[in-house]
């Protein structure tokens, strides 16, 4: 268990971040170091909440009295239950990200952080070198009516499982006094390192002015603790100044954030010349990062979400038991169980589940042939952000 401890304050020294490189600026940065470093990526040991559905569906005529009647009904559907999750293995996400960077010239070091899991660092741990795959999470942290999400990497394997289980419980029963000193303790540790993954993003369910309001308090609180902010290859441009700009207030470095949660490699690494992750963490603790953002951060980001969307739902036939979307898809029963839909269902899937979904993924499918990929990307340029 971490120990608790006083808060000190705040340092009065500031740094200003490195700058922030491109591809399409910069294709030659990855020429001036050794080593790119893949962080924030997600496997199949991550739950990613449905609880969001209904809101789309009942926009559907006609779906939505369906959607009604399932979470009304005498067998009420209760979404917060339900979740999905990645079709990406830890071994077939760390062969992914690797082939990426290594593509670059570049030595890999990938730290996959799953949702409030350790699972994946931990299974690559045998027969891999730990220099090269930390034990790391995306640690859930409610605070102040908002949600904030945690990259603590570089967990040693020692003491993993504890740590986990302390994160664990202050995200099942929150006690915001005891956030700080849970911070603290782990930035202790000198190999562990704390990232504030993507500050601007709203979880389901929770306001702006919620979430605005608890930003700067959770930073008055804990940024003793906080080693780096995220710029995140999921999350748009004017999202992601807005990052750079929180970094620059509080003097802390900018560090990449893949999130990737189908078959995209990240769109956001960091360029080092470190020898190991835990030098890594050395450098960004020290101030010094370098976040290099790839060439497909520059596609529409509608075109990425429905090519991810189309992995999400897409047969994966090399992946036994994991096949089908119904079986990445599980619903927690009054039991405290979580079942797959492939079991729950026991291959009758519901009509009005199996035409809709049928319909969608095959028009996804469509969308991302490579026949229709150009026009897409230029229909959707046209109405997209403005890049850097």
């Not at 940065?29 to 990526?41: E, I, K, Q, W």
């Not at 009420?76 to 077939?92: C, K, Q």
């Not at 990052?243 to 893949?258: C, D, H, M």
Request: aromatic share 8%; glycine share 6%; net charge negative.
């Amino acid at each position: 268990m971490l120990k608790v401890r006083k808060r000190p304050s705040i340092p009065d020294h500031i740094t200003m971040p490195d700058p922030v490189r491109f591809a399409w600026r910069d294709a030659e940065a990855p020429g001036r170091f050794s080593t790119g470093v893949c962080l924030h990526g997600h496997t199949m040991h991550s739950e990613e909440c449905l609880s969001f559905l209904p809101r789309y569906l009942n926009q559907a005529p006609g779906i939505s009295q369906i959607v009604k009647g399932y979470q009304r009904g005498p067998e009420r559907v209760d979404f917060e239950r339900a979740f999905w999750t990645p079709p990406l293995s830890p071994a077939s996400a760390l062969r992914l990200e690797r082939r990426q960077i290594e593509k670059l010239g570049l030595r890999s070091l990938v730290s996959l952080t799953d949702h409030d899991n350790i699972e994946a660092g931990m299974s690559l741990m045998t027969g891999t070198d730990l220099r090269e795959v930390p034990i790391s999470v995306e640690w859930t942290v409610p605070f102040d009516r908002s949600i904030f999400h945690f990259g603590i990497h570089n967990l040693p394997p020692a003491s993993a499982g504890d740590l986990m289980a302390t994160l664990a419980a202050f995200t099942a029963a929150p006690d915001e006094a005891l956030l700080p000193e849970i911070l603290r303790g782990l930035a202790e540790i000198p190999e562990v390192l704390i990232v504030l993954n993507h500050p601007f993003w709203l979880e389901e369910g929770i306001e702006q002015a919620d979430h605005d309001r608890a930003l700067p308090q959770i930073l008055h609180e804990c940024m003793e603790w906080i080693h780096a902010f995220e710029l995140n290859g999921t999350r748009v441009w004017k999202e992601n100044k807005k990052v750079v700009e929180l970094a620059e207030t509080y003097g802390l470095p900018l560090i990449s954030g893949g999130d990737r949660h189908a078959c995209e490699p990240s769109a956001c690494i960091n360029l080092t010349s470190a020898n190991s992750f835990s030098e890594f963490v050395q450098e960004v603790r020290g101030g010094r990062s370098v976040p290099y953002f790839m060439p497909h951060y520059r596609e529409p980001m509608a075109l990425r979400i429905i090519e991810a969307a189309w992995e999400i739902l897409k047969p994966y036939p090399e992946n036994p038991g994991r096949e089908r979307w119904t079986d990445r898809v599980f619903y927690r029963g009054e039991d405290g169980v979580a079942r797959s839909l492939s079991e729950l269902w026991r291959e009758r899937t519901p009509w009005v589940m199996k035409t809709p979904l049928n319909a969608l993924t095959g028009f996804l499918q469509l969308l991302t042939t490579p026949g229709l990929r150009g026009p897409m990307r230029h229909f959707l340029a046209e109405r997209g952000e403005i890049l850097p």
